[in-house]
């Protein structure tokens, strides 16, 4: 596939503020399909298609530190493992969510809460039923310095939060503590010396033939206890199994250097990505007026860079705007796929039912499909086009982005076009 060609026309005629951070699918109700494991792959759960595998390149590090990876010391094999059932049967969402600072120290913990430390890195894994799995780990130099203080009490005897404490042992050197959480299953917490962690594991309905929720919960803390005492080891690498094996990673389709040239500062805040485990279907659908489209499946992937402003949300008076931007990739087994995905977002046709208004459509040359913003109401559009068996959407979370043509172009324009290359050349 060639390179796209340049933006030709600046993006769009829009002078009005529309929608935030959503996303479009292709009306029809998605439901999984069951694939078998990959040769290649040991010891994965039918169905499972995201593969995951420790990295080699060093760990992540945030103002020098060397920092763990929240999915490598909740990885999807101990899970498994353990006896929690991930949930592989639901789409676009749940999804396996990746979350990690990586400042370059310019950070100041003392500017927010030290109750609302959002965490070095984490990890969320999601279970059926709404079930759910979610390990944040603290380390200096990000978090409030008064933020582990704040963290022991809760997982004291002697706390003011009436909040039982169920055990408190000594697991791989490291304190954990289990409480009951709060909505249901449990709250563990654990205190090393140089960082400390909690998991929330719920697991009431899960487990696997001959295991108890609380087994499966233990096998669970025990796997972290240890991870953590192996310290911070290079982040984990994802891939897809066949057919999606030409799937790039998210933030490699949306690199730094992107958010660096739309708003000309680094992501010195949070990278979140997120990942589909699974294969999806979306049906036809005759509310949605999709009713002549073909079945098709795909997986999807979304990679999050946010400034410091954006990423500690209670951060102190600045004059630094707040900058936020998801680029989100419906990757799709089929190419007639990815068109009725964008011929539903784009090509305006009455028959297609869209609950915010009709897409604005664009002249912009993106990729090989239409372009246009997707309306989301009253706030900041979706911006999407297509590269081959990839549908792209892109949001800004800052409304200012689309205040005008010249925003919306310095934005949104070349980072586009890099993207589509990036497609185009895999």
């Not at 979350?99 to 965490?119: K, V």
């Amino acid at each position: 596939m060639k390179r796209s060609r340049a933006i030709q026309s600046s993006l769009g005629l829009l002078a009005v503020i529309l929608a935030t951070g959503c996303t479009s699918t292709v009306g029809g109700t998605p439901a999984a399909i069951g694939q078998s494991p990959a040769e290649q792959r040991t010891a994965v759960p039918d169905g499972q298609i995201l593969l995951q595998e420790p990295g080699s390149e060093g760990p992540f590090e945030f103002g020098g530190t060397p920092a763990y990876d929240a999915c490598l010391v909740l990885s999807m094999a101990d899970v498994t493992e353990a006896g929690f059932t991930l949930d592989l049967g639901q789409a676009p969402q749940p999804q396996l969510v990746n979350w990690h600072q990586i400042a370059d120290g310019r950070h100041d913990p003392a500017q927010q809460s030290s109750t609302s430390n959002s965490g070095q890195s984490t990890c969320n894994l999601p279970g059926p039923g709404g079930n759910l799995l979610g390990l944040t780990i603290h380390q200096s130099p990000f978090d409030h310095p008064d933020g582990r203080e704040a963290t022991e009490r809760i997982f004291s005897r002697n706390n003011t939060v009436d909040k039982e404490i169920l055990s408190e042992e000594t697991i791989a050197g490291i304190r954990v503590v289990t409480t009951e959480a709060d909505l249901g299953g449990w709250l563990v917490g654990f205190f090393g010396d140089d960082y400390y962690a909690t998991l929330l594991a719920d697991v009431e309905e899960t487990g696997v033939a001959g295991r108890s929720p609380e087994q499966v919960r233990d096998a669970l803390v025990t796997s972290v206890a240890r991870g953590l005492a192996e310290g911070p080891t290079p982040p984990a690498r994802y891939s897809y199994a066949e057919p999606y094996s030409w799937v790039q990673p998210p933030c490699t389709l949306f690199p730094a250097e992107d958010y660096q040239q739309s708003f000309d500062m680094p992501d010195i805040g949070r990278v979140e990505e997120r990942y589909s485990m699974s294969e999806v279907m979306t049906t036809p659908s005759a509310q949605g007026g999709t009713q002549d489209h073909e079945p098709s499946t795909f997986v999807r992937t979304s990679c999050r860079r946010q400034n410091e402003q954006v990423a500690n949300s209670v951060v102190g008076d600045s004059d630094v705007p707040p900058e936020d931007m998801v680029v989100e990739f419906s990757h799709y087994r089929e190419l007639r796929g990815a068109e009725q995905d964008n011929s539903y977002d784009c090509d305006g046709d009455r028959k297609y039912d869209h609950p915010h208004g009709p897409p604005i459509k664009l002249k912009n040359v993106v990729g090989d499909g239409y372009v246009c913003f997707v309306r989301y109401g009253e706030h900041n559009p979706g911006f999407t086009f297509k590269v081959g068996r990839t549908v792209v959407e892109i949001t800004s979370w800052n409304p200012s982005t689309y205040k005008d043509t010249q925003s919306m172009s310095a934005v949104l324009e070349q980072t586009s076009k890099d993207i589509a290359g990036r497609l185009a050349e895999r």
